[in-house]
T-cell receptor, first 116, second 113 residues
Framework: NAGVMQNPRHLVRRRGQEARLRCSPMKGHSHVYWYRQLPEEGLKFMVYLQKENIIDESGMPKERFSAEFPKEGPSILRIQQVVRGDSAAYFC??????????????FGPGTRLTVL | GDSVTQMEGPVTLSEEAFLTINCTYTATGYPSLFWYVQYPGEGLQLLLKATKADDKGSNKGFEATYRKETTSFHLEKGSVQVSDSAVYFCALSESGGYQKVTFGIGTKLQVIP
């Protein structure tokens, strides 16, 4: 069973460009989470999605950031008009349909975004 | 809201030394507690977990006990190795509802030969 896949692993953008980060959850997982890790900081929750639905986007910046998890295909985190402060590692995690008494998320290797 | 506080690093130890990384939490309910490890250039891997009070999670020689009375989940290892050098994150997830995880800031461990 393949793990959580993220691509690209490294992404370089110039200020003002768009960044698209992709996440394919583990097989059978229908819950996807995005986290951002700024340099020298811990992970901060951004958004939680189920198939075709955004459940919680309380950690998403109000502008320029959006996320989707379509019925078919990977989850996409989209950052429009990137700025240098967007440079970070973006991690995706997935979990199976919530049914157990504890919660475990499986993390992908991350996408390291560098904005020049 | 939920929060996790862990000791700041970096922590530098000699090989075979005893390791403790302190972690305390604040939560409204009865959370599950986790330690994740991040090796250089990689994503997070679940190291161990505990789902209820007095549970002890263990893996690869690491241990942590869920202490509800002190709201703590300290990570320990009796004899560290150079290969344990990584960043360790304490985290919690509230039971019930969905599975948002709240992370501590991370503690960087460096083990020198």
């Amino acid at each position: 069973n393949a793990g959580v896949m993220q691509n690209p692993r490294h992404l370089v953008r110039r200020r003002g460009q768009e960044a698209r980060l992709r996440c394919s959850p583990m097989k059978g997982h229908s819950h996807v989470y995005w986290y951002r890790q700024l340099p020298e900081e811990g992970l901060k929750f951004m958004v939680y999605l189920q198939k075709e639905n955004i459940i919680d986007e309380s950690g998403m910046p109000k502008e320029r950031f959006s996320a989707e998890f379509p019925k078919e295909g990977p989850s996409i985190l989209r950052i429009q008009q990137v700025v240098r402060g967007d440079s970070a590692a973006y991690f995706c995690a997935s979990s199976p349909r919530a049914a157990s008494s504890y919660n475990e998320q499986f993390f992908g290797p991350g996408t390291r975004l560098t904005v020049l | 809201g939920d929060s996790v506080t862990q000791m700041e690093g970096p922590v530098t130890l000699s090989e075979e030394a005893f390791l403790t990384i302190n972690c305390t939490y604040t939560a409204t309910g009865y959370p599950s507690l986790f330690w994740y490890v991040q090796y250089p250039g990689e994503g997070l891997q679940l190291l161990l977990k505990a789902t209820k009070a007095d549970d002890k999670g263990s893996n690869k020689g690491f241990e942590a006990t869920y202490r509800k009375e002190t709201t703590s989940f300290h990570l320990e290892k009796g004899s560290v190795q150079v290969s344990d050098s990584a960043v360790y994150f304490c985290a919690l997830s509230e039971s019930g509802g969905y599975q948002k995880v709240t992370f501590g800031i991370g503690t960087k461990l460096q083990v020198i030969p």
